[in-house]
């Protein structure tokens, strides 16, 4: 079987014969006749199959792949256009430029294959951490071959899809637009633009301005999350929806998590450098010690990213308090004030990570608004899942415990594509 380089290969032959005939006819000064028009509308049709045949050997090699990327190589796309959308509509992956293989990327709507399975679910797992397989020789076999040195236990992959997609369901910085980046190795480097080149005009036989973009290097590295988790021996020995329950609290409380982390990480501590503490991100002051929000301001931080030559945002991430006091402006009649066009275009998302007690000033009930294309923002997954049991934890009352562990980063492609409006008070 002929692989996508052979295919490429004989697509480039057909690409050569079509521009013949285009050039054949150009040189005469004529438009292409029946006889020319119908063998370039073939050719045409072999090229456009031979690409499909392309792109499927390609997907079906990304979803084989296992990769396993060194630290220090940089990945470009399959995807030759620089509109990070084009990658984001595609489902393609990046590829490593050393290897050549993939590194799969998820965009907003793209879903994890997550491959079904008879097995045991995750509070089947659970449970039998606890209380034994008790005969299930599906759990004891899951609990053998998930056992890991450290003494707790790796969730199987098709479980730990499940948790995964329950988090991007519940995150805010998800719902936005962040993309997420599988990493199949504990750290991975991603190239990335640092200035764009700069075109410019010149007459015949001068010279040619040198403009040349500058690239450099992002690094994913995953880093630890831990959740402790308690229950009753009761509620595990009886309940009938422990693998629903479990699934929703892991995916809640990482995606919570994540959002905080993602908006406002330290970059201490073994926390990603959330987007509130990334350098070069644009930010609009409403001034020395805080003001109130007006329209006019969600205006002048959507026209300073237009002037960095930004896409226009996916949404404007806010805390509740923000979120609600918009919602209840109102026009000189006291009917809601309907908001500009442009802003209309821009959804409004809350989230309680978003604090409202930031000092600016002699403020110290100060918020912030984070506007921009969150497809520019990664979110850095390790696929795999860890539990260690803690039995005697809270042994005195009854009930057992677990620690989760999951690892994360995250990571802007374009800083310049966020705008933080800073100083909001009430």
């Known amino acids: 079987m002929k692989d996508s380089k052979d295919l490429r290969y004989e697509r480039g032959q057909l690409a050569d014969e079509m521009k013949a005939i285009l050039?054949?006819?150009?040189?005469?000064?004529?438009?292409?006749?029946?006889?020319?028009?119908?063998?370039?509308?073939t050719l045409n049709a072999k090229q456009s199959a031979l690409q499909k045949q392309i792109e499927r050997i390609e997907i079906s090699n990304g979803l084989q792949v296992e990769v396993n990327t060194p630290p220090d190589n940089t990945v470009r796309r399959t995807n030759p256009d620089p509109n990070p959308e084009a990658l984001h509509n595609s489902g393609q992956a990046w590829i490593d430029t050393k290897t050549g293989e993939p590194i799969r990327v998820y965009g907003k709507g793209e879903k994890l294959p997550v491959t079904h399975s008879k097995g045991p679910g995750l509070g089947a797992m659970v449970r039998g951490m606890f209380l034994g397989p008790r005969g299930d020789l599906a759990v004891q076999n899951a609990l053998s071959v998930g056992s890991n040195p450290a003494g707790g236990y790796t969730v199987p992959e098709h479980?730990?899809?499940?948790?995964?997609?329950?988090?991007?369901?519940?995150?805010?910085?998800?719902?936005?637009?962040?993309?997420?980046?599988?990493?199949?190795?504990?750290?991975?480097?991603?190239?990335?633009?640092?200035?764009?080149?700069?075109?410019?005009?010149r007459a015949e036989g001068a010279a040619v301005s040198e403009s040349t973009p500058t690239f450099e290097q992002i690094t994913f590295e995953a880093k630890s999350?831990?959740?402790?988790?308690?229950?009753?021996?009761?509620?595990?020995?009886?309940?009938?929806?422990?693998?629903?329950?479990?699934?929703?609290?892991?995916?809640?409380?990482?995606?919570?998590?994540?959002?905080r982390a993602a908006l406002f990480g330290t970059g201490a501590s073994n926390q990603p450098?959330?987007?509130?503490?990334?350098?070069?991100?644009?930010?609009?002051?409403?001034?020395?010690?805080?003001?109130?929000?007006?329209?006019?301001?969600?205006?002048?931080?959507?026209?300073?990213?237009?002037?960095?030559?930004?896409?226009?945002?996916?949404?404007?991430?806010?805390?509740?308090?923000?979120?609600?006091?918009?919602?209840?402006?109102?026009?000189?009649?006291?009917?809601?004030?309907?908001?500009?066009?442009?802003?209309?275009?821009?959804?409004?998302?809350?989230?309680?990570?978003?604090?409202?007690?930031?000092?600016?000033?002699?403020?110290?009930?100060?918020?912030?608004?984070?506007?921009?294309?969150?497809?520019?923002?990664?979110?850095?997954?390790?696929?795999?899942?860890?539990?260690?049991?803690?039995?005697?934890?809270?042994?005195?009352?009854?009930?057992?415990?677990?620690?989760?562990?999951?690892?994360?980063?995250?990571?802007?492609?374009?800083?310049?594509?966020?705008?933080?409006?800073?100083?909001?008070?009430?």
Not at 23 to 41: H, I, M, P, S, V
């Open 23 to 41: 050039d054949t006819a150009e040189t005469q000064g004529r438009d292409l006749n029946a006889a020319e028009q119908k063998q370039f509308d």
């Open 159 to 201: 479980l730990v899809a499940g948790v995964i997609e329950a988090m991007r369901n519940k995150s805010r910085v998800m719902e936005a637009g962040a993309r997420m980046v599988l990493l199949d190795a504990a750290t991975v480097n991603v190239a990335r633009v640092a200035t764009e080149p700069t075109p410019s005009w």
């Open 225 to 259: 999350v831990d959740l402790l988790i308690k229950s009753t021996i009761e509620l595990l020995e009886d309940s009938f929806n422990m693998n629903e329950l479990i699934l929703d609290l892991l995916g809640k409380a990482i995606a919570l998590e994540l959002d």
């Open 273 to 426: 450098t959330g987007l509130w503490n990334q350098a070069n991100v644009l930010a609009l002051n409403l001034g020395t010690n805080g003001d109130t929000l007006e329209q006019a301001d969600l205006r002048s931080a959507m026209a300073l990213l237009s002037a960095n030559n930004a896409p226009p945002p996916t949404a404007a991430i806010m805390a509740p308090r923000t979120y609600y006091e918009i919602d209840g402006w109102t026009d000189t009649t006291d009917q809601p004030l309907q908001l500009s066009r442009a802003l209309q275009a821009v959804p409004f998302l809350e989230t309680n990570q978003v604090p409202i007690n930031q000092s600016h000033g002699t403020a110290t009930d100060a918020s912030t608004i984070l506007m921009g294309d969150y497809s520019h923002m990664l979110i850095g997954v390790r696929t795999s899942l860890d539990l260690q049991i803690a039995p005697e934890l809270f042994r005195e009352t009854g009930q057992v415990g677990f620690f989760a562990r999951a690892r994360y980063d995250v990571q802007l492609l374009q800083p310049k594509a966020f705008c933080k409006i800073t100083g909001i008070i009430p």
